[in-house]
């Protein structure tokens, strides 16, 4: 039957290996020299073996004692190590976050200067991947996801709702009203804009307002919203996409409603998640209450935007994407 090696007893041996001398190891663990001797004579007897030759009080390692010694001195080293990169992540003042691509770009580097303003003597690392973190193998403070805020076993709170509707720049608006003046014949002669990765996508939208889809030769599909807004501010398509991220070219008037008679569908969109247990670092606490602010402020803007294009708003149906 194999023998548990006793961690504790390890730890003394390899201090005294390192040191040479039981009284040295006895006060760098902050014990008695008798305490350290106890351990020692106690894995030599587990262990079966001689690990030290006593000879005038001296201790030199036997065959088997420096082969103890190589592995656990490197093993404890690498322990100590491990702690010392906890402790300067635990005290430094950085915090490292993930975000979905677009929303990085779109909607938090935007803001994000006032945080700074607002704590200055912090460092702020933002890798913008649509891949989530493993908080159990990683050194990542938080994630800002996009999704229905269903990740088993993680804290999630929704700091922004998203604000879903047909979009296209106003010179593909009156193209298409030169068409008809009927919003669904106008889509018979529309080409649309995917974006791939998005909760509410065309399929869903098209049956929800009985409409047909039109017969597309290529369809336009982007696994990136940023693009898929570029692409229809300059006149390619119509866009279904998120007003959360298209809110600049909504108030400049490049991209507008493709008809103010479709509702924007609204629903939780935006999440700050992380484990339970982070939410005690001081960086995320920060970072949290600072965001909540300004998401708060953000769905008032936009729903006052809205409102000021002649939309009205609904909250997403239940079969609707969205919910949870």
């Known amino acids: ?38 351990q020692l004579k106690q894995l030599e007897e587990q262990w079966g073996v001689r690990l030290f030759r006593r000879k005038d009080r001296r201790l030199s390692l036997t065959i088997d004692g420096e082969l103890l010694f190589q592995t656990t001195t490197s093993a404890f080293r690498m322990i100590r190590d491990a702690r010392s990169a906890v402790l300067r992540q635990r005290n430094s003042r950085q915090l490292t976050m993930r ?67 047909p979009m296209c720049s106003p010179d593909y608006r009156d193209r298409l009203r030169s068409v008809s003046d009927d919003p669904v014949l106008q889509f018979a002669q529309a080409r649309l804009i995917h974006s791939v990765k998005a909760l509410y996508q065309w399929d869903v939208w098209l049956v929800v307002h009985n409409i ?20 229809a501010r300059d006149g390619a398509g119509i ?10 070219e909504l108030e400049r008037g490049s991209l507008v409603p493709l008809c103010t008679a479709f509702e924007v569908v ?33 769905d008032q803007s936009a ?10 708003l609904r909250l997403a149906k239940d079969g609707e994407p969205g919910l949870r």
């Open 212 to 231: 047909d889809p039109p017969t597309e030769q290529a369809p336009l599909r982007f696994d990136r919203s940023s693009m898929a807004i570029q692409l």
């Open 99 to 165: 975000s979905s691509p677009s929303f990085a770009v779109r909607w938090l580097t935007p803001r994000l200067k006032s945080f700074l303003d607002a704590n200055p003597d912090w460092g702020v690392r933002v890798d913008a991947t649509p891949d989530f973190s493993d908080f159990e193998t990683e050194v990542i403070d938080l994630d800002l996801r996009y999704g229905s805020g269903a990740w088993e076993g993680l804290r999630t709170e929704c700091i922004i709702s998203d604000f879903v509707l």
């Open 266 to 298: 609204e629903f939780p969109a935006y999440w700050i998640v992380c484990p339970s247990r982070h939410i005690n670092r001081r960086p995320v606490r920060l970072f949290t209450d600072w965001i909540r602010m300004e998401g708060t402020k953000f």
């Open 303 to 312: 729903r006052a935007l809205l409102e000021k294009l002649g939309c009205r």
């Open 1 to 38: 039957m194999p023998i548990n090696p006793n961690l504790n007893s390890l730890a003394y041996f390899e201090a005294v290996a390192r040191t040479g001398r039981v009284s040295l190891a006895a006060a760098e663990l902050g014990v008695s020299a008798a305490a350290v001797s106890q």
């Open 239 to 248: 866009v279904l996409d998120s007003a959360t991220l298209a809110q600049e």
